[in-house]
């Protein structure tokens, strides 16, 4: 009975970080993509200079922690250039769809790296320019390579969410943190349903990502 | 106190470097904890009871799709007020429980697509030889799943070292914690993070290389094709 008690006062306090968590969430889905678009296209360009710039901000990414981004970026960053990010929802956003935007991108980059040149070759032959080859042949062949990869990065964004709560915003793991620090001894509870709203968020993108990774292999000849 | 000072970066660079011994030694703790429980994942997993399976992939699954650092907080925090099994663990110990049980499910999967890989031939020859279950797994299986898949497992070393940090949280006084305390104390959290950001840098960047040239070795040593290739010359040389 008692935890029945515990359970309707924790409940409505959790969940009014949903929103938080989903808006950083979607925000970070949305520039992560292009991020990882625009970085794959651009490690593939002819100007070297795009290359490298692009190169290096792939591999400071990749080569450092999320939680360090954050912090580089909510504490350190206004102090270095003089500008603000925003708030500590851009903050957070910009530092999760960078750091995965960098991983995405190598994804971009390898899939439409191993599009048979035979493609490329055959649409040469058939007089099309550079940009009609990438957009008509390439990339929509190297676009389904791409989505099962594309799929466990929605959850690993879901999950680097929790984050946000270390700079202040008021999400799910926030209400948790305030209401264990009131009452140590609802913390099994408190983090156990917190954990359980992370994984009903969870189970919308786990089922997609299968959905994707059998929509990619669909009328591919195995080789 | 707005832009770069370099005498803050050299004042704050051996109190920032201090924390990387427990840095390091947390991440080898936890990818050995992982590594070890991947197996446990591995086996139970395979337990030939349907509704234990599909329990045990579940629990895996909701493992993998929820935060870590809700993890960590759980068992720091919410652990020890479990009523009969709760212990009240210090804060290395926890991350490295938590950081440890979170990424072996991700080395469970490792270890089972090696297992899959291997040949179901080697399965049928391994019992027609009359091998004991024991005798299958330790003599014929594992030493063909195992060494395909370690270009992957250094690959979850280096992004364990980059989720470590996650453990300041509790802490666990590493790199971040010590540049947090720099900031904290002195009102500079510029130099400090920068300092933990290239650290990272310089350790994760070179590894990662030595293990995409493992990996390519490796590749070329358990492709198929030239696998069979040398075994094929083997024959020809015999004959």
């Known amino acids: 009975m008692i935890t029945i008690n515990a359970l309707n006062d924790v409940f409505p306090i959790l969940i009014q970080g949903i929103k938080i968590t989903v808006s950083v969430l979607l925000a970070s889905i949305v520039l992560g993509y292009l991020t990882a678009f625009v970085a794959g296209f651009c490690r593939l360009s002819k100007n070297v200079i795009l290359r490298k710039i692009t190169g290096f901000y792939v591999e400071v990414f990749r080569g450092t922690s999320l939680i360090v981004q954050l912090f580089w970026l909510y504490y350190a960053f206004p102090i270095l250039f003089g500008i603000e990010v925003g ?129 990619s292999k669909k009328g591919v000849a195995s080789q | 106190m707005n832009s770069w000072s370099w005498e803050v970066f050299f004042d704050a660079f051996p109190a920032v470097l201090e924390g990387l011994g427990i840095t390091i030694s947390l991440t080898i703790a936890c990818y050995l904890f992982a ?16 509704p234990i399976r599909w329990l045990i992939i579940w629990v895996m699954e909701f493992i993998r799709s929820t935060p870590p650092l809700v993890q960590l907080f759980f068992i720091f925090y919410a652990w020890p007020m479990v009523p009969v099994i709760g212990v009240a663990l210090d804060p290395f110990t926890s991350a490295v429980l938590g950081l440890g049980i979170h990424y072996s499910t991700y080395i469970g999967e490792v270890y089972r697509s090696g297992i899959e890989n291997v040949d179901s031939g080697q ?43 996650l453990a300041s949280t509790i802490g666990v006084l590493g790199i971040l914690s010590m540049a947090n305390d720099y900031g904290a104390q002195y009102w500079r959290y510029l130099e400090p993070l920068t300092i933990v950001a290239i650290l990272f840098l310089i350790l994760s960047y070179p590894s990662a290389i030595l293990i995409n040239r493992l990996e390519k070795k490796m590749n070329r040593r358990f492709d198929k094709k030239t696998v069979l290739g040398r075994m094929n010359k083997g024959k020809g040389a015999v004959m």
């Open chain 1, 87 to 215: 708030s500590n929802f851009w903050a957070g956003v910009l530092a999760i769809s960078l750091n995965y935007g960098a991983y995405m991108s190598e994804i971009v980059r390898g899939s439409i790296l191993s599009v048979a040149k035979g493609q490329t070759e055959a649409a040469t032959a058939l007089n099309m320019s550079r940009f009609q080859r990438m957009r008509l042949v390439v990339f929509p062949q190297a676009v389904r390579m791409m989505l099962p990869e594309f799929g466990n990065y929605l959850i690993l964004m879901l999950k680097s969410t929790s984050l946000v709560s270390l700079i202040g915003m008021t999400d799910i793991l926030y209400y948790g943190d305030i209401l264990r620090s009131s009452n140590l001894s609802q913390a099994p509870m408190v983090y156990l349903l917190v954990l359980i709203f992370y994984f009903i968020l969870a189970l919308p993108l786990i089922w997609l990502t299968r959905k994707l990774e059998g929509f």
């Open chain 2, 35 to 50: 590594l070890v429980f991947g197996f446990g994942w591995t086996f139970i997993r395979r337990i030939p009871i349907k």
């Open chain 2, 123 to 165: 399965w049928e020859a391994s019992t027609a030889l009359n091998f004991s279950n024991r005798q299958k797994w330790t003599k014929i299986i594992l030493p063909q799943a195992i060494p395909p898949t370690i270009p992957m497992l250094g690959n979850y070393l280096i992004i364990m070292f980059k989720e470590v940090p």
